[in-house]
């Protein structure tokens, strides 16, 4: 029964970091942004730089990111 549970627990941590990595792909405009933000320039150029982040994203665009981010994060240890 443990091994039922542990797959299921598995699937739900999978599903869980996918749904959050689709809203961060949406609040930046891209695609598979988590795992290949420092693959791309201008993806690498936009997040490093706060200004241009801000006026792409706007305040809450930004505020949506890093709580995503931060809900992201803790799949990390899991995945």
Known sequence: M???KS???CYLIRESK???C???DTILHGHDVVTSWFKTDSLKNLL?????LLQKC???GCLLGAIVTCKLA???NYL
């Open 2 to 4: 443990s091994s039922i």
């Open 74 to 76: 803790k799949y990390v």
């Open 7 to 9: 797959r299921k627990m």
């Open 58 to 60: 706007g305040i809450w």
């Open 18 to 20: 996918t749904a959050w």
């Open 22 to 24: 689709d809203v961060i």
């Open 48 to 52: 490093s730089n706060r200004t241009q």
